[in-house]
């Protein structure tokens, strides 16, 4: 399930290497009140937002979800870069913040990774995705490429930012492919600041095949690419809410990251599952989010690969490509079924949405055997 | 809880606004060529952005004291003749160009011109100032045609999927050093950096701002933007961006179909929830299919959802304020 290391995860091969007996029908608890109370957000708190809609009401039409997942908010998660150099992320946190429950905490502080915990569910599947929030700050979760009832859509302006107590998100996904979910308050600068996760809809067949009757697939590759510019990451939540230059409007990026490590230099180049191993005939399905904002576009470094599904659709007829160009929230699902030994470099370059400037590059490998 | 509820109350205003501002909605097909003309007045003057600064810009205006950025969307059929004289009130020399059909004409200051053309293959093109490029398209003179297929009220290109409704969302960013500089007759000498982002010249305002829920201030509710429509009626989004920034247009709700990119007929359809749109005048026309929300549970049938640009540098305003960009919103009715 994971797509990224992380501590919690029992078994980090497990993306790299799919099975049947990968479940996600998993319930777990459904639901939770109250968020916590103590607060200690970073980030001006509530006095400075403007244009902001607080409220957790309870979730119109609500039932029995089949999978829950319990987010609640880290404005912490230090990232080290190749340089040495650690940015501050903001993120969703597993189970609420890890502190529900113990009344204090909760949707404010910790736990939290960047990216934040992949999401993974099957075609069909009733969803909740339970968001905990303090007092003391607002974000909401908007499942990006699904398109679920206004209410759990996440989109402060048209219904509410979520705030001081639990919202849930009830969602039930219609089609098999790549998604991602980011918060959707203050978006240009939450979602910058790395408050976004995978969401994976596998078919009703399980993880293997990319959608339901469609290709099979042996090993998966998970290339989430992102730019950081570090001079955002001291801004606080309702930076730029209220008026005033914050500087939103330019995004200088300084560092460009896959699936949550620096990727400029040598430390994707071997990890899984960013980087993926192969055998001759086998399938390595990988799926490609453009999650920054400027456009981008992937080199396969010599290798053919087959778009079968893009932003959660089937094409009509699969395209052949060795590149592809990606603009912000596309995904791409690709299946390359490699015939040669070697190592082939899979590169990401980050474009200047004005000058088209290669602005800097990700690095991973695809290794034959 | 829906936000924007309240807009039914005031449906009778906007269906005057709709009638007064956008002609173009009243497309019907034809079974003989028409002409079809138009006068354009070359104007200037100052636009007032979300955090209240006044940026200068040019228009093809409708008349000698107004302000149209961009200009009125033109509907025509393939094979109209099409009249359209230019009339320039400024003391700058200008020119017309017509994208795709060979058409280009300077117009002196202080002068007018009168061109006619026969309407080409059926899309989307941009008619603009080609002169002091790309200057003169950036400071505000542009703006959208439509060619309809001979006959047809519903298709994009002869053969395309059908539609009920049809817009333009012309997009634009804005850097006011670049037009003050051009105001000087000077040429831009700076960084292009982008402060403001335009949805057929408005930017969104959200619930509470000053201008929220005004048609003429709006983009969120401006109706030649925002989609209104109840399960079925599939609208058409002619998508063109003025601008310098390479966008991703981002439909909230339903997935639309992508038809065409750059004034080409794709070879499959996709259904995308983000599409590429190039800067320097990318094109690309879209279907939202007001379909039932896929994902809903239970189904629904009616409410808001957004439609945004995904770049989300262009949702801001002067360097902040968030949902003051480029952004409308899609009424399932
Ligand atoms: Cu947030
Ligand atoms: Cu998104």
């Known amino acids: ?369 | 809880m829906r936000r924007r509820n309240f807009l039914k109350i005031s449906s009778g205003a906007l269906a005057s606004a709709l009638t007064g501002a956008s002609s173009y909605l009243l497309w019907q097909p034809r079974a003989h060529a028409e002409t079809i003309s138009k006068t354009f007045y070359i104007t200037h003057g100052y636009i007032t952005q979300p955090d209240g600064v006044n940026v200068y810009f040019r228009g093809f205006s409708n008349s000698s004291n107004s302000l149209n950025v961009p200009g009125d969307a033109l509907i025509v059929q393939q094979g109209d003749t099409v009249r359209i004289t230019v009339i320039n009130t400024l003391g700058t020399d200008h020119r017309f160009t017509v994208q795709g059909h060979g058409v280009s004409t300077t117009v002196r200051a202080g002068e007018q011109r009168t061109i006619s053309f026969t309407a080409g293959n059926p899309g989307t093109y941009f008619y603009y100032d080609s002169s002091n490029a790309p200057y003169n398209r950036l400071v505000g003179l542009h703006g959208g045609l439509a060619v309809m297929p001979r006959f047809s009220s519903n298709r994009v290109y002869d053969g395309s999927p059908t539609f009920k409704y049809q817009k333009f969302w012309l997009f634009h960013d804005i850097d006011p050093v670049w037009h003050a500089r051009i105001r000087d007759r000077r040429t831009p000498s700076t960084r292009y950096s982008p402060r403001y982002f335009t949805l057929n010249g408005l930017s969104g305002r959200p619930p509470g701002a000053p201008g929220a829920m005004d048609p003429a201030v709006d983009s969120m509710v401006d109706p030649r933007s925002a989609l209104h429509g109840h399960i079925g009626d599939r609208t058409l989004m002619r998508v063109m961006n003025a601008g310098l920034c390479q966008q991703s247009v981002h439909c909230h709700g339903n997935h639309v179909e992508w038809l065409t990119d750059n004034g080409k007929i794709l070879p499959d359809i996709w259904s995308k929830d983000c599409v590429y749109l190039e800067g320097n005048m990318g094109r690309c026309d879209l279907i939202y299919p007001f379909d039932y929300p896929p994902d809903a549970y239970p189904r629904v049938s009616r409410g808001a959802y957004p439609m945004h640009l995904h770049t989300e540098m262009s949702q801001t305003a002067g360097g902040g304020l968030y949902m003051f960009g480029a952004i409308t919103d899609i009424y399932f009715e």
């Open chain 1, 1 to 369: 399930m994971g797509w990224r290391r992380r501590s919690s995860d029992s078994d980090s091969s497990s993306s790299t290497t799919t099975s049947s007996s990968d479940s996600t029908t998993s319930t777990s608890t459904s639901s939770m009140d109250g968020g916590g109370m103590d607060g200690g957000g970073m980030g001006g708190g509530m006095g400075g937002a403007c244009y902001v809609y607080p409220a957790a009401p309870a979730t119109p039409g609500r039932v029995t979800p089949n999978v829950s997942y319990n987010l609640g908010i880290d404005m912490n998660i230090p990232l080290t870069m190749d340089d040495g150099r650690t940015v501050t992320m903001w993120g969703f946190a597993d189970n609420g913040g890890n502190m529900m429950g113990m009344g204090g905490g909760g949707g404010g502080m910790g736990g939290g990774t960047f990216p934040s915990p992949a999401m993974r569910v099957r075609q069909g599947q009733i969803v909740h995705t339970n968001l905990s929030v303090n007092m003391m700050m607002m974000h909401t979760v908007h499942h990006h490429g699904i398109e679920p009832a206004p209410h759990s859509d996440g989109v402060g302006h048209i219904t509410w930012d979520v705030a001081n107590g639990t919202y849930t998100y009830q969602w039930r996904p219609s089609s098999a492919g790549t998604y991602f979910y980011h918060c959707h308050t203050n978006t240009v600068l939450h979602a910058e600041m790395g408050m976004y996760g995978a969401l994976i809809v596998d078919p009703p067949e399980g993880p293997g095949r990319l959608y339901s009757n469609g290709p099979r697939y042996d090993v998966e590759a998970f290339w989430v690419v992102d730019e950081v510019d570090s001079s955002w990451h001291t801004l606080g939540w309702t930076a730029g809410t209220c008026g005033g230059d914050v500087g939103l409007n330019e995004l200088n990026p300084d560092y460009f990251v896959i699936t949550g490590v620096d990727g400029s230099g040598n430390s994707a180049m071997n990890l899984p599952p960013i980087s993926a191993t192969v055998q001759r005939g086998q399938r390595l399905l990988a799926r490609y989010i453009c999650a920054g904002y400027h456009p981008q576009r992937i080199r396969f470094g010599g290798l053919t690969g087959t778009v079968h599904v893009s932003d959660g659709r089937v094409l009509p007829r699969p395209i052949q490509v060795t590149q592809l160009r990606a603009c912000s929230g596309e995904r791409y699902d690709i299946i390359f079924e490699p015939t040669s030994r070697g190592t082939y470099l899979i590169e990401t370059d980050i474009i200047h949405w004005v000058t088209g400037e290669v602005l800097g590059t990700t690095r991973t490998t695809v290794t034959v055997v």
